[in-house]
């Protein structure tokens, strides 16, 4: 990367030394990260309760028992001599309450790696309690990769596909719509397979379940032949690049970008296929580049135009980032930088329409500091999709952990809903049974799929039976 012309100026111009470097780390870089979970689930067994929090802290639980079976079999046992509410858990990355119960915590952890790999079909199979970043090792040492990956890499395969997370690419769709095969437990304790031919209708609604359907077990998906990646990030003024960005998405594989607030600025991110061998790869900016924009935060947040104008003297537009190297290392990292966050997924043509007006929103808040993400997704046939027949572009709005993060339902939602924004499972949406059963025409498909499978709501906690409509139990 090169060195950035103004930090000296700016440095000098700063009397406190108090004026972010900025330009130096707006470019949002990502790095491969160690297969280390990041710890965001925090589990203790205490005497008669087992404390559970998600990564960011905005779910907690204190339940009865956890689990952690070590094969399909102990699942069914489970179901078969307990009672009560079981709720499944991956890597505690959905800010919304999936998992809290008093009942029973499952988590998949001792359920983990590739079962086996099949180069004449291409197909993958993996024990669903893989995490992200495990499984894409996995897959590498045999000469595959996944076809896309969500920029986190700590959740579990399980989690991922029952909440529909999704990377980017005009013309690739979220994880689950490569899945080709599930086995899952039901609360009767049996053990079923589902496929597009086999059992069909429970395979189009278990892909994405929200594990409101069973315990989901192992997973087969579709892989490539492992490959590199080409990345390139750069800064762009937000009018510019929102004029651009659909014609950027149909040009590269991957596109992206980061609107940086109060700056007038965006990140575009590209990923190309990369048949080289040469590895180049920047150290990671990303934590520096976000404490430049909440110092720039701290201490301009009242002075929004000022902000404005300091950020616009700091940014140099001719930087570039290139990177190259195996797809899972550019696709996915980890976040050392705790969040809570809002994301909607809307109709790919209204878009763009869309973010500007959720810029709009967010710039009247002064403290809002954290890069907004802007995706593509292509659409899938999943019944609980938020891509159900519907190319979509993904809008994420971050809030940093430890500052105000309850506005971004009230505020940004209304924005969503004029957009007819299907909410992303796994992150805070203020949206009711009614809602979501106008937006997705599966739905009551779904809803019967479920009462067959679970009649008396073992996998209903009360979050779900709120989304689903259903009376909370006594």
């Not at 609360?187 to 994405?208: I, M, N, W, Y």
């Not at 027949?389 to 971004?408: K, M, N, T, W």
Request: with cysteine; net charge positive.
């Amino acid at each position: 990367m090169p060195a950035l012309s103004r930090r000296k100026a700016l440095k000098t111009m700063a009397a406190a030394s108090l004026v972010p470097t900025l330009g130096a780390h707006a470019l949002p870089a990502r790095a491969a990260t160690a297969v280390a979970p990041t710890g965001s689930a925090a589990v203790a067994s205490g005497a008669t309760k087992a404390a559970w929090s998600n990564w960011s802290g905005s779910a907690k639980a204190a339940s009865a028992s956890l689990q952690t079976p070590a094969d399909a079999a102990a699942v069914q046992q489970l179901f078969r001599e307990t009672t009560g509410v079981v709720r499944c858990v991956g890597a505690g990355h959905s800010f919304t309450p999936l998992v809290p119960t008093d009942g029973t915590i499952l988590s998949l952890d001792r359920m983990a790696g590739l079962i086996g790999h099949n180069k004449s079909t291409m197909t993958a199979s993996f024990h669903a309690g893989t995490r992200l970043a495990q499984l894409s090792r996995q897959l590498d040492l045999v000469g595959m990769g996944l076809r896309n990956l969500p920029d986190i890499d700590a959740q579990s395969f399980a989690g991922a596909i029952s909440t529909a997370t999704h990377g980017t690419g005009a013309e690739l769709p979220a994880l689950h719509a490569d899945v080709q095969a599930l086995q899952i437990v039901t609360p009767r304790g049996e053990l079923l397979e589902c496929s597009a031919t086999k059992q069909p209708d429970l395979f189009a609604a278990a892909k994405v379940s929200l594990g409101s359907l069973g315990v989901l077990t192992q997973a087969t998906t579709t892989v490539l032949p492992a490959y590199g990646l080409q990345r390139k990030v750069w800064l762009k003024p937000v009018e510019e690049l929102l004029q651009i960005a659909p014609t950027l998405a149909q040009q590269h594989r991957h596109f992206e970008f980061y609107y940086l607030p109060f700056t007038g600025y965006a990140a575009a991110i590209t990923h190309d296929v990369y048949t080289g061998t040469e590895v180049v790869h920047p150290e990671a900016a990303d934590e520096e580049m976000l404490r430049d924009l909440r110092h720039l935060r701290d201490w301009l947040g009242r002075f929004p135009d000022l902000r404005r104008w300091v950020a616009k003297k700091l940014i140099d537009p001719n930087q570039t980032e290139l990177a190259q190297d195996r797809s899972w290392k550019l696709l996915s990292t980890q976040r050392p930088t705790k969040f809570n966050e809002t994301e909607c997924h809307v109709p790919r043509e209204l878009g763009i329409a869309c973010v500007r007006e959720i810029i709009q929103v967010l710039e009247r808040r002064n403290d809002v500091f954290f890069p907004m993400e802007f995706r593509f997704i292509k659409a899938d046939d999943a019944w609980l999709s938020p891509f159900y027949q519907r190319d979509s572009c993904s809008i994420a709005v971050h809030a940093a952990v430890g500052e105000p993060y309850d506005y971004l339902v009230p505020e940004i939602a209304p924005v969503f809903r004029k957009f007819q924004g299907r909410p992303h499972w796994g992150k805070l949406h203020g949206h009711t049974a009614a809602d979501l059963s106008a937006l997705y025409p599966r739905w009551k498909d779904f809803l019967a799929v479920r009462a067959q499978l679970d009649p008396t709501g073992r996998m209903l906690n009360p979050h779900l039976r709120s989304l689903f409509g259903i009376a909370q139990s006594a």
